[in-house]
Protein backbone atom coordinates (compact mmCIF):
# COMPACT_ATOMS: atom_id res chain seq x y z
CA UNK A 1 0.00 0.00 0.00
CA UNK A 2 1.18 3.48 -1.28
CA UNK A 3 1.13 5.94 1.92
CA UNK A 4 -1.85 7.99 2.50
CA UNK A 5 -1.31 11.31 3.89
CA UNK A 6 -4.58 13.06 5.85
CA UNK A 7 -4.68 16.60 7.03
CA UNK A 8 -7.05 17.35 9.50
CA UNK A 9 -7.29 21.45 9.45
CA UNK A 10 -9.46 23.89 12.02
CA UNK A 11 -9.34 26.47 14.06
CA UNK A 12 -8.35 25.79 18.13
CA UNK A 13 -11.22 24.58 20.03
CA UNK A 14 -12.88 22.61 17.21
CA UNK A 15 -11.84 19.51 18.00
CA UNK A 16 -9.00 19.16 15.38
CA UNK A 17 -6.31 16.93 18.16
CA UNK A 18 -9.05 15.38 19.57
CA UNK A 19 -10.49 13.67 15.69
CA UNK A 20 -6.30 13.58 15.36
CA UNK A 21 -5.90 11.20 18.25
CA UNK A 22 -8.54 9.30 17.87
CA UNK A 23 -8.08 8.92 14.25
CA UNK A 24 -4.38 7.57 14.85
CA UNK A 25 -5.20 5.43 17.66
CA UNK A 26 -7.67 4.08 15.44
CA UNK A 27 -5.61 3.56 12.08
CA UNK A 28 -2.66 1.92 14.13
CA UNK A 29 -5.67 -0.37 15.99
CA UNK A 30 -6.22 -1.56 12.45
CA UNK A 31 -2.42 -3.10 12.53
CA UNK A 32 -0.97 -0.04 10.28
CA UNK A 33 1.90 2.01 11.26
CA UNK A 34 0.53 5.72 11.34
CA UNK A 35 3.24 9.05 11.70
CA UNK A 36 1.20 12.22 13.07
CA UNK A 37 2.32 15.73 13.96
CA UNK A 38 0.93 18.62 14.78
CA UNK A 39 1.18 22.80 13.81
CA UNK A 40 -0.52 24.90 15.66
CA UNK A 41 -0.72 28.76 16.57
CA UNK A 42 0.01 29.94 20.36
CA UNK A 43 -3.81 30.84 20.72
CA UNK A 44 -6.59 28.80 22.92
CA UNK A 45 -9.43 29.69 20.36
CA UNK A 46 -9.31 30.17 16.61
CA UNK A 47 -6.95 30.69 14.23
CA UNK A 48 -5.73 27.88 12.05
CA UNK A 49 -4.04 24.72 13.08
CA UNK A 50 -3.27 21.21 11.64
CA UNK A 51 -3.08 17.35 12.23
CA UNK A 52 -1.15 15.23 9.65
CA UNK A 53 -1.39 11.66 9.94
CA UNK A 54 0.70 9.47 7.22
CA UNK A 55 -0.47 5.37 7.24
CA UNK A 56 1.27 2.97 5.50
CA UNK A 57 2.04 -0.36 5.81
CA UNK A 58 6.08 0.41 7.11
CA UNK A 59 7.90 1.97 9.25
CA UNK A 60 7.68 5.74 7.67
CA UNK A 61 8.22 8.75 10.40
CA UNK A 62 8.53 11.26 8.50
CA UNK A 63 6.11 14.11 7.58
CA UNK A 64 4.64 14.59 4.04
CA UNK A 65 4.65 17.89 2.43
CA UNK A 66 1.11 16.95 0.14
CA UNK A 67 -2.03 15.54 1.50
CA UNK A 68 -4.62 12.51 -0.05
CA UNK A 69 -7.31 13.64 2.24
CA UNK A 70 -8.15 17.34 3.83
CA UNK A 71 -10.71 17.65 6.34
CA UNK A 72 -11.49 21.32 7.04
CA UNK A 73 -13.55 22.23 9.48
CA UNK A 74 -14.16 25.49 8.45
CA UNK A 75 -13.95 27.77 5.36
CA UNK A 76 -10.61 29.23 6.07
CA UNK A 77 -8.64 26.14 6.62
CA UNK A 78 -10.24 25.22 3.20
CA UNK A 79 -8.23 28.29 1.70
CA UNK A 80 -5.41 27.82 3.89
CA UNK A 81 -4.84 24.22 3.76
CA UNK A 82 -6.28 23.16 -0.10
CA UNK A 83 -3.55 24.19 -2.12
CA UNK A 84 -1.18 20.96 -0.54
CA UNK A 85 -3.98 18.51 -1.84
CA UNK A 86 -2.50 16.47 -4.70
CA UNK A 87 -4.66 16.00 -8.22
CA UNK A 88 -5.55 12.39 -7.08
CA UNK A 89 -6.46 13.50 -3.44
CA UNK A 90 -10.31 14.96 -2.21
CA UNK A 91 -11.42 17.12 0.42
CA UNK A 92 -13.93 17.12 2.55
CA UNK A 93 -15.18 20.49 3.37
CA UNK A 94 -17.67 22.45 4.81
CA UNK A 95 -18.92 23.70 1.12
CA UNK A 96 -17.95 22.37 -2.23
CA UNK A 97 -14.68 22.99 -3.07
CA UNK A 98 -13.93 21.90 -6.88
CA UNK A 99 -14.90 18.09 -8.54
CA UNK A 100 -12.80 16.08 -6.27
CA UNK A 101 -14.72 17.49 -2.78
CA UNK A 102 -17.25 16.30 -0.53
CA UNK A 103 -19.33 19.17 1.03
CA UNK A 104 -21.09 18.54 4.52
CA UNK A 105 -21.35 21.46 6.62
CA UNK A 106 -20.53 19.45 9.96
CA UNK A 107 -21.72 22.44 12.38
CA UNK A 108 -25.16 22.90 11.01
CA UNK A 109 -25.81 19.14 10.61
CA UNK A 110 -24.74 18.86 14.14
CA UNK A 111 -27.17 22.06 15.35
CA UNK A 112 -30.46 20.49 13.22
CA UNK A 113 -29.92 17.09 14.08
CA UNK A 114 -28.41 16.97 17.41
CA UNK A 115 -28.99 19.90 19.21
CA UNK A 116 -25.43 20.91 19.65
CA UNK A 117 -22.72 21.79 17.57
CA UNK A 118 -20.26 19.73 19.66
CA UNK A 119 -21.15 17.17 17.85
CA UNK A 120 -19.68 17.94 14.58
CA UNK A 121 -16.05 16.68 15.05
CA UNK A 122 -17.98 13.24 15.99
CA UNK A 123 -19.82 13.88 12.37
CA UNK A 124 -16.06 14.69 10.72
CA UNK A 125 -14.89 11.40 12.38
CA UNK A 126 -17.46 9.36 10.29
CA UNK A 127 -16.67 11.42 7.01
CA UNK A 128 -12.88 10.15 7.28
CA UNK A 129 -13.39 6.99 8.48
CA UNK A 130 -15.79 6.37 5.25
CA UNK A 131 -13.26 7.81 2.62
CA UNK A 132 -10.78 5.77 4.19
CA UNK A 133 -12.71 2.38 3.66
CA UNK A 134 -12.55 0.98 7.15
CA UNK A 135 -14.68 -0.74 9.23
CA UNK A 136 -17.21 1.31 11.09
CA UNK A 137 -18.02 -1.13 13.58
CA UNK A 138 -14.15 -1.06 14.97
CA UNK A 139 -14.25 2.99 15.09
CA UNK A 140 -17.83 3.15 16.92
CA UNK A 141 -16.14 1.22 19.98
CA UNK A 142 -13.74 3.41 20.28
CA UNK A 143 -16.24 6.36 20.06
CA UNK A 144 -18.19 4.47 22.66
CA UNK A 145 -15.20 3.70 25.15
CA UNK A 146 -14.58 7.43 24.64
CA UNK A 147 -17.72 8.77 25.57
CA UNK A 148 -18.53 5.60 28.60
CA UNK A 149 -18.13 8.23 31.57
CA UNK A 150 -20.18 10.83 30.17
CA UNK A 151 -23.49 8.89 29.92
CA UNK A 152 -25.37 6.51 27.67
CA UNK A 153 -27.54 9.62 26.03
CA UNK A 154 -24.15 10.64 25.26
CA UNK A 155 -22.73 7.76 24.19
CA UNK A 156 -25.61 7.20 21.68
CA UNK A 157 -25.96 10.96 20.36
CA UNK A 158 -22.27 10.26 19.80
CA UNK A 159 -22.71 7.20 17.80
CA UNK A 160 -25.47 9.01 15.64
CA UNK A 161 -23.29 11.36 14.74
CA UNK A 162 -20.55 9.21 13.73
CA UNK A 163 -23.38 7.08 11.21
CA UNK A 164 -24.33 10.32 9.83
CA UNK A 165 -20.67 11.71 8.84
CA UNK A 166 -19.93 7.88 7.74
CA UNK A 167 -23.13 7.98 5.44
CA UNK A 168 -23.14 11.53 4.01
CA UNK A 169 -19.44 10.88 3.01
CA UNK A 170 -19.92 7.35 1.61
CA UNK A 171 -22.54 8.55 -1.21
CA UNK A 172 -19.82 10.88 -2.53
CA UNK A 173 -17.18 8.69 -2.09
CA UNK A 174 -17.98 6.25 -5.31
CA UNK A 175 -16.11 7.22 -7.75
CA UNK A 176 -13.19 9.55 -5.40
CA UNK A 177 -12.16 7.75 -2.40
CA UNK A 178 -10.07 4.39 -3.98
CA UNK A 179 -8.35 3.46 -0.58
CA UNK A 180 -9.44 0.84 1.43
CA UNK A 181 -7.72 -0.05 5.16
CA UNK A 182 -8.50 -3.18 5.96
CA UNK A 183 -7.74 -4.55 9.36
CA UNK A 184 -4.28 -6.54 9.69
CA UNK A 185 -2.86 -8.81 11.77
CA UNK A 186 0.26 -6.63 12.57
CA UNK A 187 1.24 -4.10 14.99
CA UNK A 188 3.13 -1.01 16.24
CA UNK A 189 3.92 1.20 19.21
CA UNK A 190 2.48 4.63 19.03
CA UNK A 191 4.48 7.23 20.92
CA UNK A 192 5.17 10.81 21.23
CA UNK A 193 8.35 12.35 21.90
CA UNK A 194 7.85 13.41 24.90
CA UNK A 195 6.30 10.17 26.35
CA UNK A 196 9.57 8.25 25.29
CA UNK A 197 11.78 10.77 27.28
CA UNK A 198 9.83 10.30 30.48
CA UNK A 199 9.88 6.54 30.19
CA UNK A 200 13.43 6.58 29.32
CA UNK A 201 14.27 9.00 32.35
CA UNK A 202 12.45 6.01 34.48
CA UNK A 203 14.62 3.25 32.84
CA UNK A 204 17.73 5.47 33.58
CA UNK A 205 16.20 5.11 37.34
CA UNK A 206 15.77 8.71 37.82
CA UNK A 207 13.69 9.79 40.73
CA UNK A 208 13.03 13.29 40.99
CA UNK A 209 11.70 15.39 37.79
CA UNK A 210 11.06 18.82 38.70
CA UNK A 211 10.39 21.52 35.86
CA UNK A 212 8.28 25.29 34.68
CA UNK A 213 5.59 24.38 32.33
CA UNK A 214 6.93 25.63 29.05
CA UNK A 215 6.40 24.28 25.37
CA UNK A 216 7.07 22.10 23.32
CA UNK A 217 8.38 20.05 27.30
CA UNK A 218 5.33 20.16 29.35
CA UNK A 219 3.94 17.04 27.70
CA UNK A 220 7.18 15.12 29.93
CA UNK A 221 6.54 16.59 33.32
CA UNK A 222 2.56 16.05 32.61
CA UNK A 223 3.18 12.71 31.85
CA UNK A 224 5.24 11.67 34.02
CA UNK A 225 2.53 13.18 36.59
CA UNK A 226 0.22 10.52 35.71
CA UNK A 227 2.31 7.46 36.10
CA UNK A 228 4.49 8.55 39.27
CA UNK A 229 2.85 6.06 41.61
CA UNK A 230 3.65 3.20 39.07
CA UNK A 231 7.12 4.52 37.92
CA UNK A 232 8.25 5.54 41.16
CA UNK A 233 9.44 8.82 40.65
CA UNK A 234 8.27 12.02 42.52
CA UNK A 235 7.05 15.36 40.39
CA UNK A 236 7.18 18.58 41.56
CA UNK A 237 6.20 21.68 39.49
CA UNK A 238 8.65 24.62 40.48
CA UNK A 239 7.60 28.25 40.22
CA UNK A 240 10.18 29.10 37.81
CA UNK A 241 12.82 27.56 35.82
CA UNK A 242 15.69 28.93 38.12
CA UNK A 243 13.73 27.12 41.25
CA UNK A 244 13.66 23.84 39.12
CA UNK A 245 17.70 23.24 37.67
CA UNK A 246 18.51 23.98 41.87
CA UNK A 247 16.08 21.71 43.04
CA UNK A 248 17.50 18.84 40.68
CA UNK A 249 20.96 19.75 41.39
CA UNK A 250 20.16 19.52 45.19
CA UNK A 251 18.38 16.34 44.81
CA UNK A 252 21.15 15.09 42.83
CA UNK A 253 23.79 16.43 45.34
CA UNK A 254 21.58 14.07 48.24
CA UNK A 255 22.00 11.33 45.80
CA UNK A 256 18.76 10.67 43.85
CA UNK A 257 18.77 10.65 40.08
CA UNK A 258 17.07 13.85 39.47
CA UNK A 259 16.08 15.78 36.05
CA UNK A 260 14.32 19.06 34.38
CA UNK A 261 13.19 20.19 31.21
CA UNK A 262 12.34 23.23 29.69
CA UNK A 263 12.44 25.15 26.76
CA UNK A 264 15.06 28.07 25.15
CA UNK A 265 13.96 30.69 27.27
CA UNK A 266 13.88 28.35 30.25
CA UNK A 267 16.95 27.40 29.43
CA UNK A 268 18.59 30.56 29.41
CA UNK A 269 17.41 31.01 32.79
CA UNK A 270 19.24 27.72 34.31
CA UNK A 271 22.53 28.63 32.69
CA UNK A 272 24.01 30.11 36.23
CA UNK A 273 22.50 26.60 37.42
CA UNK A 274 24.55 24.58 34.79
CA UNK A 275 27.53 25.98 36.07
CA UNK A 276 26.49 25.34 39.56
CA UNK A 277 26.75 21.41 38.30
CA UNK A 278 30.03 22.05 36.98
CA UNK A 279 31.71 23.93 39.55
CA UNK A 280 30.08 21.19 42.57
CA UNK A 281 30.50 18.18 39.87
CA UNK A 282 27.22 17.03 40.57
CA UNK A 283 25.07 14.93 38.33
CA UNK A 284 22.36 16.57 36.28
CA UNK A 285 20.14 15.52 33.61
CA UNK A 286 18.29 18.46 31.36
CA UNK A 287 15.86 18.36 28.30
CA UNK A 288 16.07 20.94 26.17
CA UNK A 289 13.03 21.41 23.72
CA UNK A 290 13.84 23.56 21.63
CA UNK A 291 11.38 26.12 19.72
CA UNK A 292 11.93 28.96 17.40
CA UNK A 293 13.27 31.93 19.00
CA UNK A 294 14.92 34.69 20.35
CA UNK A 295 12.81 35.89 22.89
CA UNK A 296 9.33 33.95 22.64
CA UNK A 297 9.32 33.67 19.14
CA UNK A 298 6.89 30.90 18.11
CA UNK A 299 6.38 29.26 21.03
CA UNK A 300 4.61 26.18 19.54
CA UNK A 301 6.58 25.47 16.51
CA UNK A 302 9.63 23.77 15.47
CA UNK A 303 13.14 24.41 14.97
CA UNK A 304 17.08 23.48 15.69
CA UNK A 305 18.59 26.79 16.70
CA UNK A 306 20.00 25.88 20.24
CA UNK A 307 22.25 23.81 19.11
CA UNK A 308 25.52 26.29 20.11
CA UNK A 309 23.65 27.22 22.99
CA UNK A 310 24.09 23.95 24.93
CA UNK A 311 26.91 23.57 23.74
CA UNK A 312 28.45 26.69 25.17
CA UNK A 313 25.38 26.96 28.04
CA UNK A 314 27.72 28.11 30.96
CA UNK A 315 30.50 30.53 32.37
CA UNK A 316 33.49 29.18 32.84
CA UNK A 317 35.12 25.90 31.35
CA UNK A 318 34.05 22.41 32.36
CA UNK A 319 32.89 19.16 30.98
CA UNK A 320 29.16 18.40 29.79
CA UNK A 321 27.58 16.19 27.18
CA UNK A 322 24.91 17.05 24.41
CA UNK A 323 22.62 14.57 23.32
CA UNK A 324 20.02 14.64 20.10
CA UNK A 325 17.83 11.65 19.27
CA UNK A 326 16.60 11.14 16.60
CA UNK A 327 13.07 9.47 17.04
CA UNK A 328 11.13 8.13 20.36
CA UNK A 329 13.23 4.76 20.20
CA UNK A 330 16.46 6.69 20.38
CA UNK A 331 15.30 9.12 23.15
CA UNK A 332 14.54 6.37 25.08
CA UNK A 333 17.76 5.35 25.15
CA UNK A 334 19.39 8.35 25.31
CA UNK A 335 17.86 9.34 28.23
CA UNK A 336 19.62 6.22 29.98
CA UNK A 337 22.87 7.20 28.59
CA UNK A 338 22.39 10.32 29.63
CA UNK A 339 21.52 9.48 33.06
CA UNK A 340 24.28 7.10 33.36
CA UNK A 341 27.13 9.32 32.06
CA UNK A 342 26.14 12.31 33.51
CA UNK A 343 26.49 10.09 37.02
CA UNK A 344 29.83 8.43 35.59
CA UNK A 345 31.77 11.48 35.01
CA UNK A 346 29.76 13.67 37.55
CA UNK A 347 28.73 16.57 35.32
CA UNK A 348 25.91 17.81 32.65
CA UNK A 349 24.12 15.91 30.15
CA UNK A 350 21.75 17.75 28.19
CA UNK A 351 19.08 16.37 25.49
CA UNK A 352 18.03 18.36 22.77
CA UNK A 353 14.62 17.55 21.54
CA UNK A 354 12.45 20.57 19.55
CA UNK A 355 8.92 20.35 18.88
CA UNK A 356 8.19 18.21 16.26
CA UNK A 357 9.84 14.98 18.45
CA UNK A 358 8.06 16.24 21.28
CA UNK A 359 4.58 16.11 19.66
CA UNK A 360 4.47 13.93 17.34
CA UNK A 361 3.58 10.28 17.32
CA UNK A 362 5.80 7.97 15.97
CA UNK A 363 5.26 4.10 14.97
CA UNK A 364 7.61 1.52 17.02
CA UNK A 365 7.77 -1.68 16.36
CA UNK A 366 10.20 -2.50 18.99
CA UNK A 367 12.03 -0.37 22.04
CA UNK A 368 14.22 -3.06 23.16
CA UNK A 369 14.43 -2.25 26.45
CA UNK A 370 16.80 -4.81 27.77
CA UNK A 371 19.45 -3.64 25.54
CA UNK A 372 19.59 -0.23 27.54
CA UNK A 373 19.78 -0.14 31.40
CA UNK A 374 20.84 1.65 34.33
CA UNK A 375 24.75 1.41 36.08
CA UNK A 376 25.76 3.48 38.74
CA UNK A 377 28.98 4.54 39.93
CA UNK A 378 29.58 3.59 44.48
CA UNK A 379 31.82 4.36 46.46
CA UNK A 380 32.69 2.09 49.35
CA UNK A 381 32.87 4.00 52.39
CA UNK A 382 34.77 1.36 54.83
CA UNK A 383 38.08 1.98 53.59
CA UNK A 384 37.65 5.47 53.34
CA UNK A 385 39.60 7.43 56.26
CA UNK A 386 40.54 11.14 54.95
CA UNK A 387 37.73 11.51 52.37
CA UNK A 388 38.18 14.17 49.85
CA UNK A 389 34.79 14.84 47.78
CA UNK A 390 37.86 16.32 44.59
CA UNK A 391 40.17 14.31 45.08
CA UNK A 392 42.68 14.80 41.79
CA UNK A 393 42.77 11.54 39.83
CA UNK A 394 44.06 10.92 36.48
CA UNK A 395 40.29 10.69 34.93
CA UNK A 396 39.28 13.45 36.80
CA UNK A 397 36.33 11.58 38.77
CA UNK A 398 36.56 11.83 42.54
CA UNK A 399 35.13 9.31 44.58
CA UNK A 400 31.34 10.52 45.30
CA UNK A 401 29.59 10.04 48.56
CA UNK A 402 26.43 11.41 49.35
CA UNK A 403 25.49 13.54 52.86
CA UNK A 404 24.12 11.08 55.18
CA UNK A 405 25.22 7.95 54.20
CA UNK A 406 28.32 8.02 56.88
CA UNK A 407 30.54 9.77 59.04
CA UNK A 408 31.92 11.78 56.30
CA UNK A 409 31.78 15.23 55.28
CA UNK A 410 30.72 16.17 51.78
CA UNK A 411 31.34 19.72 51.12
CA UNK A 412 29.96 21.62 47.55
CA UNK A 413 30.69 25.08 47.09
CA UNK A 414 29.86 27.57 43.81
CA UNK A 415 33.77 28.96 44.31
CA UNK A 416 36.24 27.51 43.57
CA UNK A 417 37.42 24.75 46.22
CA UNK A 418 40.77 22.28 47.50
CA UNK A 419 40.11 18.50 46.96
CA UNK A 420 38.25 18.41 50.40
CA UNK A 421 35.70 20.78 49.21
CA UNK A 422 36.72 24.22 51.10
CA UNK A 423 36.90 27.51 49.62
CA UNK A 424 40.51 28.52 48.25
CA UNK A 425 42.55 31.15 46.81
CA UNK A 426 45.66 29.56 46.45
CA UNK A 427 45.84 30.42 42.97
CA UNK A 428 49.83 29.06 42.69
CA UNK A 429 48.70 25.21 42.97
CA UNK A 430 45.08 24.20 44.03
CA UNK A 431 42.85 26.31 41.50
CA UNK A 432 44.94 25.32 38.30
CA UNK A 433 44.62 21.79 39.61
CA UNK A 434 41.02 21.86 39.80
CA UNK A 435 40.42 23.52 36.29
CA UNK A 436 42.77 20.80 35.03
CA UNK A 437 40.87 18.53 37.12
CA UNK A 438 37.41 18.73 35.35
CA UNK A 439 38.58 19.19 32.06
CA UNK A 440 40.67 15.97 32.25
CA UNK A 441 37.23 14.25 32.16
CA UNK A 442 36.36 15.36 28.29
CA UNK A 443 38.86 12.36 27.19
CA UNK A 444 36.91 9.89 28.77
CA UNK A 445 33.76 11.44 27.41
CA UNK A 446 35.15 11.56 23.80
CA UNK A 447 35.61 8.15 24.16
CA UNK A 448 32.30 7.24 25.36
CA UNK A 449 30.20 9.20 23.05
CA UNK A 450 28.41 7.74 20.04
CA UNK A 451 29.90 7.85 16.52
CA UNK A 452 27.44 9.26 13.83
CA UNK A 453 25.10 7.16 11.91
CA UNK A 454 27.16 6.33 8.90
CA UNK A 455 24.46 5.03 5.78
CA UNK A 456 25.39 4.92 1.61
CA UNK A 457 28.43 6.67 2.38
CA UNK A 458 30.51 3.95 -0.08
CA UNK A 459 29.64 5.16 -3.37
CA UNK A 460 27.95 8.51 -2.14
CA UNK A 461 29.22 11.43 -4.42
CA UNK A 462 27.09 13.92 -2.19
CA UNK A 463 27.04 13.56 1.74
CA UNK A 464 24.57 15.48 3.82
CA UNK A 465 25.16 15.69 8.01
CA UNK A 466 22.29 16.41 9.81
CA UNK A 467 21.63 15.76 13.53
CA UNK A 468 18.69 15.05 16.15
CA UNK A 469 14.97 14.60 14.96
CA UNK A 470 15.61 15.37 10.94
CA UNK A 471 16.96 12.08 10.62
CA UNK A 472 13.76 10.57 9.20
CA UNK A 473 13.00 13.26 6.44
CA UNK A 474 16.98 13.25 5.52
CA UNK A 475 16.99 8.95 4.49
CA UNK A 476 13.39 10.12 2.07
CA UNK A 477 15.02 12.44 0.74
CA UNK A 478 18.13 10.26 0.00
CA UNK A 479 16.15 7.86 -1.89
CA UNK A 480 14.06 10.86 -4.07
CA UNK A 481 17.26 11.90 -5.29
CA UNK A 482 18.53 8.25 -5.40
CA UNK A 483 16.12 7.95 -8.05
CA UNK A 484 16.89 11.08 -10.00
CA UNK A 485 20.16 9.33 -10.48
CA UNK A 486 22.34 11.21 -7.53
CA UNK A 487 24.05 8.78 -5.21
CA UNK A 488 24.30 10.76 -1.91
CA UNK A 489 24.73 9.59 1.80
CA UNK A 490 23.86 10.32 5.05
CA UNK A 491 26.15 11.40 8.55
CA UNK A 492 23.72 11.69 11.15
CA UNK A 493 24.95 12.98 14.74
CA UNK A 494 22.92 12.15 17.93
CA UNK A 495 25.60 12.56 20.21
CA UNK A 496 27.27 16.03 19.99
CA UNK A 497 29.74 17.00 22.69
CA UNK A 498 31.90 16.34 23.22
CA UNK A 499 32.25 15.10 19.30
CA UNK A 500 34.35 12.40 19.16
CA UNK A 501 37.56 11.08 17.38
CA UNK A 502 35.71 10.21 13.94
CA UNK A 503 37.36 10.57 10.26
CA UNK A 504 35.39 12.30 7.67
CA UNK A 505 35.75 10.25 3.95
CA UNK A 506 37.83 12.21 1.41
CA UNK A 507 36.84 13.27 -1.86
CA UNK A 508 33.14 13.55 -0.73
CA UNK A 509 30.71 16.74 -1.12
CA UNK A 510 29.50 17.87 1.88
CA UNK A 511 25.85 19.53 2.72
CA UNK A 512 24.54 19.99 6.06
CA UNK A 513 20.45 20.02 6.66
CA UNK A 514 19.15 21.80 9.91
CA UNK A 515 16.76 23.63 10.88
CA UNK A 516 18.39 26.56 11.69
CA UNK A 517 19.66 29.73 9.56
CA UNK A 518 23.39 29.65 10.73
CA UNK A 519 24.04 25.93 10.24
CA UNK A 520 25.00 25.36 13.84
CA UNK A 521 26.24 21.55 13.20
CA UNK A 522 28.61 22.90 10.28
CA UNK A 523 29.96 25.52 12.25
CA UNK A 524 30.60 22.68 14.93
CA UNK A 525 32.02 20.19 12.86
CA UNK A 526 34.32 22.84 10.84
CA UNK A 527 35.64 23.51 13.78
CA UNK A 528 36.37 20.15 15.20
CA UNK A 529 37.15 18.41 12.21
CA UNK A 530 37.81 21.35 9.61
CA UNK A 531 35.19 20.25 6.81
CA UNK A 532 34.30 21.87 4.16
CA UNK A 533 30.91 22.74 3.29
CA UNK A 534 29.34 23.23 -0.37
CA UNK A 535 26.12 24.08 0.67
CA UNK A 536 23.44 24.60 3.44
CA UNK A 537 19.97 23.24 3.57
CA UNK A 538 18.26 25.06 6.37
CA UNK A 539 14.47 25.33 6.92
CA UNK A 540 13.43 28.29 9.66
CA UNK A 541 10.18 28.84 9.17
CA UNK A 542 8.60 26.96 12.25
CA UNK A 543 8.14 24.12 10.07
CA UNK A 544 9.39 20.39 10.15
CA UNK A 545 12.05 19.66 7.24
CA UNK A 546 10.45 17.34 4.93
CA UNK A 547 12.18 15.29 2.21
CA UNK A 548 10.65 17.44 -0.54
CA UNK A 549 11.83 20.28 0.97
CA UNK A 550 15.26 18.72 0.78
CA UNK A 551 14.94 17.54 -2.69
CA UNK A 552 14.23 21.38 -3.53
CA UNK A 553 16.90 23.11 -1.83
CA UNK A 554 19.24 20.90 -2.90
CA UNK A 555 18.41 21.42 -7.06
CA UNK A 556 17.64 25.08 -6.03
CA UNK A 557 21.18 25.78 -4.02
CA UNK A 558 23.24 23.99 -7.14
CA UNK A 559 21.75 25.50 -10.12
Known amino acids: MDDINVVIAGAAGEGVQTIGDLMTNAVAGQGYSVFSWKEYESRIVGGSNSYSIRIGDGLKNAPLAEADILLALNNKATDKYKGIVKKTGIIISVRKEGDRSIPIPFSSIAKKRFGEEIYANTIAIGALVSALGMDAGSIKEIIRKTFSKKGSDIVSANESAFEEGFSLAGKECVDMCPWKLLRKESGYYVISGNEAIALGAARGNCRFMTAYP ?54 ALMVEGISLAGMTETPLVIVLAQRPGPATGLPTRTAQGDLLFAVHAGHGEFPKMIFAPADPKDAFHKMVRAFNLAEEYQTVAIVISDQFLADSRFSVEDFEVEKTEPYFQKTDTSGVKNYRRYRLTDSGISPRLYPGISEHLVCADSDEHDEYGHITEDLVKTAPDMVKKRIAKLEGLKKSILLPEEIALKDAEVVFTGWGSTRGAILEALGLLKMDGIKAGLIHFTELWPLPEYNFPKDKTYWSIEGNILGQLARLLKGEYDIHFKGHISRHDGLPITADYIRREFYEKNR
Open 214 to 267: MTPSTGIITYLSSVQNQLGIFIEQAEDEISAVNMAIGASYAGIRSMTATSGGGF
